[in-house]
């Protein structure tokens, strides 16, 4: 059973040794490890690319009631070779007024910090890129580096659809920022550390052996990070910066061949990214029992994008006012009230002794800690959107009553002309 | 620790090679038969008119600021989050005081109405 639990730790170290065998201590050897490192961080990045995209047409397919690929291999399942070879040998046309730097370094850049995301994310125990100890920070700036790329594709393309999406992206991406960092904090909070592998010991050793993950205690922060982070990947029902049936493809509409190609996998790897991301920080990433962790991460992670194709096939997209007030006048504030709710809480409802008697408070046991937090943020969130419903009936009644009225003044028109 | 970055570098170095030589491998196999048709803005089959480069709504300025009032209001309280099991009530009330000021200014953005898109 060790064997297979530790199978890609053991592989890893075994490389290790060999390199070490053969160049000896020194700074070439470690090089040589971490390229390999980073090889095999970049073959998960791009081998779990080209499993969703046909994973998600298929699945998208049946929950629209088509049938989706099928022609490459057995169900379908060589398209994204077919889609790769495609993409190789088609014509890269460039647009003769684009800025040549900006246009053609924009889907590389999306590409390439897309990939950085995993480099802290841990695989299994002891199986991480690097152990970063601001690795939630790291995760949001890096993050926020796709969004100029995406303003570089729309502004060198030199194309006014391209141009409304590279806008529309300034207004959502950088607008849905602030609800995934503020969701973040509690997290860390309770853990104590920005490590990822912290926050997932965390979660594993909630209540001694009992592991609890972070959704339980926080359900509220948990839904927040999940939706902005679908709005901060731009995917549907978010995806306003492409929004094919409105603004052509938007930003991407003047790359072909494998510069569009190099933008889907960018644009993919950030959506597993967030996958990835929400399984660490809420659902507790490797951590589980029986299965292999690397399993359970693999299996938690698609869980989620599983959630994100099933929106996407069933969602229409919102209106950009929609998504704009949803931002700053719902996600906004909930999360700093969220926020301040926990801390609150978690200072006055104490589980560890050491604190209890450092800072004082109630000292309860760890469960009854995570039942009161995990209680109390449902129960701000379904006062939150009791509100929320409220006045948002009252709006569209407002303006249910303007269009009646001025339907009556038309019919009042057309009956006095005939 | 310093190691730690270092991987992050290397993983770049790596990434821009791997995805650099992917435009090119791409620029050498596809045919290049450019014409001035090809070349044009795609915008709808129709001839483009006026320069794409223009003056734009300020409304996106006023999100942009905002965001930059709360990115940086967000930045620091990471460091209180980690400190956060060292400090007792009364620094999580005075924290809280920092977080309801931005709270406050967010109320009078939208008061004012910098925030309802036209």
Known sequence: MDIINNLVKNLGDGIAAGIYGALGQGIAADILIMVIAAIAVFAVASGGFAGLTYAERKIVARIQDRVGPNQAGPYGILQPIADAVKLFTKEDTTPAEADFWVYHLAPIIVAVFA????????????????????????IIAIGSASTIAILMAGWGSNNKYSLLGAFRTVAQLVGYEVPML?????????????????????QAGWNGSWGLP????????????????????GRSPF????AESEIVAGFHVEYSGMKFGLIMMGEYMNALGVAVMFSVLF????????????????????GVFLVLMW???????????????????????????NLILVMILGKVFVSDPALFKANGGILIQPLAQALIMGASSFALLMIALAIVTRRVRKDRMAEAAILLQRRETNQQIAASVH | MRTDYAFIGVTLVVACALIGVVPILNYLIAPQTPNKSKRETYECGMETVGDTWVQFRAQYYLFALIFVLFDVGGVLLFPFAVAYNSVNLWGVIVVSLFVLTLLASLGYAIKKGALNWE
């Not at chain 1, 995806?239 to 492409?242: I, K, N, S, T």
């Not at chain 1, 507790?284 to 693999?298: E, M, Q, S």
């Not at chain 1, 096939?313 to 700093?336: A, E, H, Y």
């Open chain 1, 115 to 138: 990939t950085l995301t995993f480099t802290v994310v841990p695989f299994a125990p002891g199986v991480v890129g690097t152990n970063l100890n601001i690795g939630a920070f790291y």
């Open chain 1, 182 to 202: 503020l969701n973040m904090l509690p997290v860390i909070m309770l853990t104590g550390s920005m490590s990822l592998v912290d926050i997932i010991e965390r």
């Open chain 1, 214 to 233: 972070f959704i339980v205690i926080l359900p509220l922060s948990g839904l927040a990070f999940l939706i902005s982070g679908i709005a901060e990947t």
């Open chain 1, 239 to 242: 995806d306003l910066l492409e």
């Open chain 1, 283 to 302: 659902l507790g990433g490797y951590a589980g029992p029986i299965l292999p962790p690397y399993l359970w991460l693999v299996l938690k992670a698609f």
């Open chain 1, 311 to 337: 929106l996407r096939g069933t969602l229409p997209r919102v209106r950009i006012d929609q998504l704009l007030n949803m931002n700053w006048k719902f996600f906004v504030p909930l999360s700093v009230v």
